[in-house]
């Protein structure tokens, strides 16, 4: 970097802790300099600047595409890790089946050993952030140390970050500790520690976003999860909006869907034009961070500032927030370039790629011209239906949560949960077709519960019975549901529009959370009639209607033996409630057939 590195005495009110674990990382990495990062603009452009020059950022277009940038990952680093990424806890139970664990001796004797010396020649980065408002009681702050300017832009975008976190975190007195280097990018020296009992992260050997952004999944979920346990909060993989109905009634609802599942259109969702006077409004797109209220009630927060976004299917018919936020001070990760130097992906209706993501001259012959998982990279602020709530120290009351997945079959459109212990074994046995976010084959059915399978960072069993205790704490409870957007016929053709018809399914929640609308009482849950949803204005046949919001008998029967069989895998961590959830539901299913 051309700038002069930040020194200690520069940045006054330093936690002492800080930079004693600083200057331990400089002797075992041995950078040739060390920079304390500020969070400034000018900071912010010095980088950038080097990074062009270097070659590792490429400007797009300026007229078209003002201040944004295109950054093109290792081949072999595009999404994230989950075979190779740990949580070590002293007890392997403590970890539990649904994380790969090391024992945090042996894992910390291995990254030593990957990290000493690796930083000889670069730059070390020092990255003080906060997660959340900084002048929230929920806010929790953590130090990432990099030595990607890369990732110091993205953290610059995605958290409060800089000088007044460094000065949250000398009067909090305590951080997570996030060591992070590229290394060689070599697959077989990567790897991604959790150390959620000492509040610690270390990572090696890529520089792919979910493994490098440390205050992302690493800190946000996986460490804050086991923090939020023993503090009597939720860490949740969780988007977060308000929706306003023509009566001038708002509501918040948090959803959770694994990636790739519609979860950022439904952030930004725009009301249809057949829904006259609806808004929604968006607090955030990825993390919840939730809190039970002096009230009863469950208060949510957006731990992260800015938006990570998968962007293949981007375009003004599907997200026009989200298509005019990246338009504009952005960084595109892995995607395919014009004649004109413009972005593009699949799913963009402008324009032809000329360049694929590995930048290649495009050939349809090696695949996609972007990268299935290919991303942006902006700052929240810049969505058009971004609401300064967001920024409430307090968070936002939440009427609704909302679980769904990727299900060709089974799943209806919507259902709700008959009370809070039945909407923790809903969320809890949530399955979704896998997608291109994580390494794996895709398309494969596999059980999420709560869409958090690769972020908890203890046991499911010990998780579900958390989520239970929170119902208990909880005067007025938000009331829960399912929703699966992408049910299909034979023919492989979807049978709801989705995009912003859910909207539709979204008013009958809130309408049920007011006690404005009835339902059918089902054996899994409690579905909409048909005549309790909203219609107007789209064309669906009435049969199709009926399809999507009922459940085959066998199909249920098969998926009551294959939940029991995955929360059997959890053993006695596993809380006899949720087997007596599914008890009952046999038994309606039973009265029904």
């Not at 938006?307 to 990246?326: E, K, L, S």
Request: hydrophobic letters at 40%.
């Amino acid at each position: 970097m051309a700038s002069a590195p930040h020194t200690l005495a520069s940045l006054p009110d330093i936690s002492k802790n800080v930079a004693t674990w600083v200057a331990e990382v400089a002797a075992l990495t041995q950078p040739e300099r060390v920079h304390w990062c500020d969070g400034s603009t000018a900071e912010r452009d010095r980088l950038r600047e080097d990074l062009v020059r270097r070659g590792e950022l490429r400007p797009l277009n300026p007229e078209t595409f003002p201040r944004c940038y295109l950054y093109r990952s290792d081949p072999a680093d595009v999404a994230r890790v989950e075979h190779l990424t740990f949580v070590c806890t002293q007890s392997q139970e403590d970890a539990g089946p649904n994380n790969n664990w090391l024992a945090p001796a042996a894992a910390r004797a291995q990254m030593r050993e990957l990290f000493r010396g690796c930083m000889r020649g670069r730059t070390l980065y020092v990255v003080p952030y906060c997660m959340g408002p900084l002048d929230s009681p929920y806010a929790r702050c953590g130090v990432e140390i990099t030595d990607s300017a890369y990732v110091v832009l993205n953290m610059g975008m995605m958290t409060r970050m800089g000088r007044a976190a460094l000065e949250r975190i000398a009067l909090d007195g305590s951080f997570v500790r996030g060591l992070h280097s590229t290394g060689e990018l070599d697959p077989a020296r990567r790897f991604i520690m959790h150390y959620p009992e000492e509040l610690a992260i270390e990572s090696f050997g890529s520089g792919y976003g979910g493994n490098a952004l440390l205050g992302k999944k690493c800190h946000a979920l996986r460490i804050a999860s086991f923090q939020a346990r023993s503090e009597g909060w939720l860490a949740e993989h969780m988007l977060i909006a308000g929706l306003q109905n023509p009566a001038g009634e708002t509501h918040y609802v948090a959803a959770a869907f694994p990636s790739s599942c519609g979860k950022t259109n439904l952030a930004m969702l725009i009301p249809p034009e057949s829904l006259p006077g609806w808004k929604v409004f968006t607090i955030g797109d990825d993390i919840a961070w939730l809190q039970p209220g002096d009230d009863g009630r469950l208060w949510a927060i957006n731990p992260e500032a800015g938006y990570f976004g998968v962007v293949p299917g981007t375009n003004r018919a599907t997200n026009r927030n989200a298509f005019d936020m990246i338009s504009h001070d952005a960084i595109f990760t892995n995607v395919a370039l014009t004649a004109d130097n413009e972005p593009w992906w699949e799913g963009r209706k402008k324009h032809v790629p000329v360049t694929d993501w590995r930048g290649r001259p495009y050939d349809a012959a090696n695949g996609p011209a972007a990268h299935p998982n290919s991303r942006f990279t902006v700052a929240a602020t810049q969505n058009p239906s971004y609401s300064t709530a967001a920024e409430d120290p307090h968070g936002v009351p939440i009427s609704a949560l909302i679980f769904g997945g990727r299900r060709r079959e089974l799943a209806p459109l919507v259902y709700e949960a008959r009370s809070w212990q039945h909407g923790v074994l809903v969320a809890a046995s949530v399955a979704s077709e896998t997608t291109a976010a994580a390494t794996g084959q895709v398309g494969v059915v596999r059980r999420d519960p709560m869409a958090m399978k690769p972020f908890t960072g203890y046991n499911f069993g010990d998780y579900f019975a958390h989520w239970l205790r929170m119902g208990q704490r909880l005067a007025h409870a938000p009331r829960i549901f399912h929703v699966n957007w992408f049910r299909q016929n034979a023919a492989g053709q979807y049978l709801w529009p989705g995009y912003g018809e859910n909207l539709r399914v979204l008013h009958w929640m809130l309408e049920r959370c007011a006690g404005r609308v009835g339902a059918q009482d089902g054996a899994i849950g409690l579905l909409p009639r048909p005549q309790d949803l909203n219609v107007t204005g789209v064309e669906i046949d009435p049969a199709v209607l009926a399809e999507l919001t009922s459940v085959p008998a066998s199909a249920l029967q098969r998926e009551l033996a294959e939940v029991r069989v995955y929360l059997q895998g959890f053993g006695a961590r596993t809380p006899v409630a949720l087997y007596e959830e599914l008890d009952q539901i046999g038994r309606r299913l039973e009265t029904q057939v």
